[in-house]
């Protein structure tokens, strides 16, 4: 049984280009959760997704991020016109219910120069 | 809000020493609880949750964690650390909305 998948590992991009990150969930889970992860500050929560259904971006911010979760094929993380401060480590994680425990990705690690 | 507050950011000890950090959450509802683990380099990976029952769980690698409700704390212990035990430890909380949120995460430094 595979794990939560994140492609690509490293990505890199120039300011205002877009990132595009995916996540493919372990089999059987329909939940998945985005973070970012910058040194010394955790994780920090962004969207909750369930199925074709966005149910918490809470912690998204409202200008050129978006999420979705398609009936097929992996979650994306879409971050547009990205600038320096998009820098950091993204997680993915998965999970068969709404409040059981989540498995993570190794993660996307994203630099913008 | 729901939120979740780890009080230690940085430990420092020495090998066989013992290990406890403190979790405290903020909800207004029935939460379930975790504590992940973070390896250099490394994607989380879960160490012991809890969901109902005996307040006291037991986890991977000889580590524990107590749940206490009335603190709404659920500190991670272990008897007698190890140098392989060097990692970031994150507190995690979810309730019946579905949103897992984190703690700020602990570093633990341990000396050979």
């Known amino acids: 049984n595979a794990g939560v998948m994140q492609n690509p590992r490293h990505l890199v991009r120039r300011r205002g280009q877009e990132a595009r990150l995916r996540c493919s969930p372990m089999k059987g889970h329909s939940h998945v959760y985005w973070y970012r992860q910058l040194p010394e500050e955790g994780l920090k929560f962004m969207v909750y997704?369930?199925?074709?259904?966005?149910?918490?971006e809470s912690g998204m911010p409202k200008e050129r991020f978006s999420a979705e979760f398609p009936k097929e094929g992996p979650s994306i993380l879409r971050i547009q016109q990205v600038v320096r401060g998009d820098s950091a480590a993204y997680f993915c994680a998965s999970s068969a219910d709404r409040n059981t425990e989540a498995f993570f990705g190794q993660g996307t690690r994203l630099t913008v120069v | 809000a729901q939120s979740v507050s780890q009080h230690n950011h940085h430990v420092i000890l020495s090998e066989a020493a013992s290990l406890e950090l403190g979790c405290n959450y903020s909800?207004?509802?029935?939460?379930?609880l975790f504590w992940y683990v973070q390896y250099p380099g490394q994607h989380l990976q879960l160490l012991l949750k809890?969901?109902?029952?005996?307040?006291l769980v037991k986890g991977i690698k000889g580590f524990e964690a107590e749940f206490i409700k009335s603190k709404f704390s659920f500190n991670l212990r272990k008897p007698s650390v190890q140098w392989s035990d060097t990692a970031e430890y994150f507190c995690?909380?979810?309730?019946?909305?579905?949103?897992?949120?984190f703690g700020q995460g602990t570093t633990l430094q341990v000396k050979p």
């Open positions: 909800y207004g509802g029935t939460v379930n």
């Open positions: 997704l369930q199925k074709e259904n966005i149910i918490d």
């Open positions: 995690a909380v979810v309730g019946n909305t579905g949103k897992l949120i």
């Open positions: 809890y969901f109902s029952g005996d307040p």
